[in-house]
């Protein structure tokens, strides 16, 4: 049975320590057809580059940068234009997630 893609959008602003942990948590999901959108509102520290620079296992990883901070809800607003997949999640950037909740969602919603 092929999985549909789901797009997980991420609105992020100077949350470097918490970002880094949500990234290496979703390093480790097992669900294998995902992408990430993360939205950066203008931050200051290395948030924008953890996203670029951890090894995910997403088919594609996009980063939208805001010169300055639009919003929580504009950021997911824009990064929701920007998803491909047939299910969207929105994830805040202090979320750790474990290995098979992709599974465990995607599975239900299939239901």
Do not use: H
């Not at 092929?2 to 997980?8: E, G, N, R």
């Not at 949350?15 to 990234?23: K, Q, S, T, Y």
């Not at 948590?25 to 097992?30: E, P």
């Amino acid at each position: 049975m092929s999985q549909p893609l789901v797009s997980i959008v991420i609105a992020n602003w100077n949350g470097a320590d918490v970002f880094n942990n949500c990234l290496v948590s979703l390093s480790k999901i097992k669900y294998s057809n995902w992408e990430l959108i993360v939205v950066d509102n203008g931050s200051i520290d290395n948030s924008e580059q953890l996203a670029n620079k951890i090894k995910l296992p997403a088919k594609r990883v996009s980063v939208i940068k805001n010169n300055n901070n639009v919003g929580f809800a504009a950021a997911n607003n824009q990064g929701y234009e920007e998803t491909k997949g047939e299910y969207v999640l929105l994830l805040n950037n202090d979320t750790k997630v474990t290995p098979n909740f992709l599974d465990l969602l995607v599975n239900r919603l299939e239901e």
